[in-house]
Nanobody, 121 residues
Framework: QGQLVESGGGLVQAGGSLRLSCVVSGGTISGAAMGWFRQAPGKEREFVGGISWSGTTRYVDSVKGRFTISRDNAKNTVYLQTNSLKPEDTAVYFC???????????????WGQGAQVTVSS
């Protein structure tokens, strides 16, 4: 299994933006679907969106139009651009390989440490 390292989190005001990165080491993301998840305090981890091996993206309704996922296979890195952030986006954000965006079942058993995103009102 590869290792997942997320970064780019921080504290922003509502309406702000952050760009999160996820580097996969010890494995390749080429040919794989990748997904972003988040876990808010006291809640279960939820799927946010995914990107197929060919670059097709899919998002949950709550972030559609505000979040954008991209990938750089040469760098084994997936990105999550978050715009127009809202206080309800506050969570720890994680990435993982997934079966596909329609069936976003995580493939790696071990998760990274995540990237904390805090949005103040």
């Amino acid at each position: 299994q590869g290792q997942l390292v997320e970064s780019g989190g921080g504290l922003v005001q509502a309406g702000g933006s952050l760009r999160l990165s996820c580097v996969v080491s010890g494995g390749t993301i080429s040919g794989a679907a990748m997904g972003w998840f988040r876990q808010a305090p006291g809640k279960e981890r939820e799927f946010v969106g995914g990107i197929s091996w060919s670059g097709t993206t899919r998002y949950v309704d709550s972030v559609k139009g505000r979040f954008t996922i991209s990938r750089d296979n040469a760098k084994n890195t997936v990105y999550l651009q978050t715009n127009s952030l809202k206080p309800e986006d506050t969570a720890v954000y994680f990435c993982n390989k997934i079966v596909d965006s329609v069936t976003p079942i995580p493939i790696y058993n071990s998760w990274g440490q995540g990237a904390q995103v805090t949005v103040s009102s």
